[in-house]
């Protein structure tokens, strides 16, 4: 379980770090799903461990996250 677990963090902190340019509509879907996944796993970790770390690193995805689905959306009106 353990291996899983840091696997789950290392592809997290790989994500947080990576470039966000999303030229085309499928490359944010693709980012929007990925962080999503990596926070619910990140979230189960976190009901087993109380790892006030992984709790920061879910925060900072999901800032990750709302702007992804922000530029999905687009602007209203246009």
């Known amino acids: 379980m353990e ?6 963090v290392e592809k997290a902190t790989e994500f947080e770090n ?8 499928n490359e944010k ?4 799903r990925e962080v999503k996944s990596l926070i619910l796993n990140l979230n189960e970790i976190y009901k087993e461990t109380k790892d006030p770390e992984i ?6 995805l999901t800032l990750i996250k709302r ?11 246009a």
Do not use: C, D, F, N
């Open 3 to 8: 291996v899983k677990e840091t696997e789950i």
């Open 18 to 25: 990576r470039r966000h340019v999303y030229k085309s509509t």
């Open 67 to 77: 702007k992804v689905e922000k530029r999905l959306k687009g602007r209203p009106g």
């Open 29 to 32: 879907i693709v980012a929007s």
């Open 55 to 60: 709790m920061e690193m879910m925060k900072r």
